[in-house]
């Protein structure tokens, strides 16, 4: 793996953007996440950070002290990849079918579990369409099937004014009983997660979190095909994930005679971390874990003083650790046997 200096970080920034790959292969996209975000305080630092990444699960724990001489209640967030659904096509790689929980998120504070409040709103092209989609009675999940079938239901008139929105677009197909048209929802479902919480003055405070990440895939990859560099992405795609030779080997060496691509595929997950600014001083004992999850499986990602920890994981420590950039995860793998 080839680095690049400072670019692991810690928290997830409140804008999140959804990430794509370009390939020569059916895709599916990824949601970057990461971790929790805070009312910024001067009174609080982070002592330590463990963050461990994988494709089945991404777990946090932090240790925050309050410096001060008083308690200091601020409000945690973790906010939910946005989820944007643009037309009949979209492929979101989304772990859970639950409408508010998308990651299966929970947090431990001191070992107790946290009760935490939920922020729903529907947007699209910048403007707040809640109200207005909730008096319809359609549920604000753009991407569930059950939310299709309640727009389905509802009068013509009523899906034609979503439609002339910019709300819905119409699929027309045939399964067997002739040409059918449904309505699919078409805007962005902003959700955060969110308490209050009481940073005790004098003594540490102990924070985790879990959640399933969103891993983009595809039925195929282009790495280690000699077409792939010359096509308009190929740079920065490299860049991206900090590819270097030793990985183009590894997937080169998957090739059979005749073949054109290496038979494996890809799994892509992005990490937020961002929101340095919220804390008193930089974080004091920082590490990552990124365990790719196979020891057959290829690995790149951006990150200084890489070591290699397990058949599978990969360990970056930092003291006195301010982020800068977000972690981005490429992790091939073999293409399963017939």
């Known amino acids: 793996m080839q680095s690049r200096s400072t670019v692991i970080g810690i928290l997830a920034a409140a804008a999140v953007a959804i990430a794509t790959a370009a390939s020569g292969n059916d895709s599916t996209a990824e949601l970057a ?27 946090v724990h932090y ?32 772990p859970t079918k639950s409408p508010t929980n998308i990651l299966g998120f929970s947090t431990l504070v001191d070992g107790k579990p946290v009760a935490a409040q ?12 809640t109200v207005y989609i909730r008096s319809l009675g359609i549920p604000l999940a753009p991407h569930l099937d059950t939310t299709n079938a309640v727009i389905d239901r509802l009068p013509q008139a009523t899906k034609d ?52 990440p969103s891993v983009g895939g595809t039925a195929g990859t282009m790495w280690g095909s000699a077409d792939f560099a010359k096509q308009p ?9 900090c590819v270097d030779e030793s990985f183009l080997a590894a997937a080169r060496k998957t090739l059979k005679p005749g073949d054109e691509e290496p038979p494996l595929f890809e ?15 930089p974080i004091g004992d920082f590490r990552m874990v990124v365990d790719k999850g196979d020891a057959a499986n290829i690995a790149s990602f951006c990150a200084d003083g890489v070591r290699k920890i397990s058949p599978t994981q990969f360990e970056v ?12 995860i490429l992790i091939l793998t073999p293409a399963p046997k017939p």
């Open 33 to 59: 996440a990461g971790g929790l975000v805070l009312t910024k305080s001067p009174a609080i630092e982070m002592r330590s950070e463990d963050l461990y990444i994988s494709p089945k699960q991404v777990r």
């Open 267 to 281: 799994q892509r997950i992005e990490y937020i971390l961002s929101s340095g600014a919220n804390w008193k001083k």
């Open 118 to 129: 939920v922020e729903q709103k529907a947007i699209k092209n910048g403007v707040d369409k």
């Open 233 to 241: 992405e190929y740079a920065a795609r490299r860049a991206h994930y």
């Open 161 to 212: 004014a979503l439609v002339a929105q910019g709300l819905a677009v119409i699929d027309e197909y045939d399964i067997g009983h002739g040409m059918e048209k449904h309505w699919e929802a078409t805007w962005t479902l902003k959700t955060t997660y969110f308490w209050r919480q009481t940073f005790p003055t004098g003594r540490e405070l102990d924070v985790r979190h879990s959640y399933t």
């Open 317 to 328: 420590r930092h003291t006195n650790f301010t982020p800068a950039s977000d972690v981005s």
């Open 63 to 94: 240790r925050f002290a309050n410096t001060s001489n008083a308690d200091v209640t601020v409000t945690v967030a973790f906010p939910m990849p946005d989820i944007t659904t643009q037309g009949v096509d979209d492929t979101l790689s989304i």
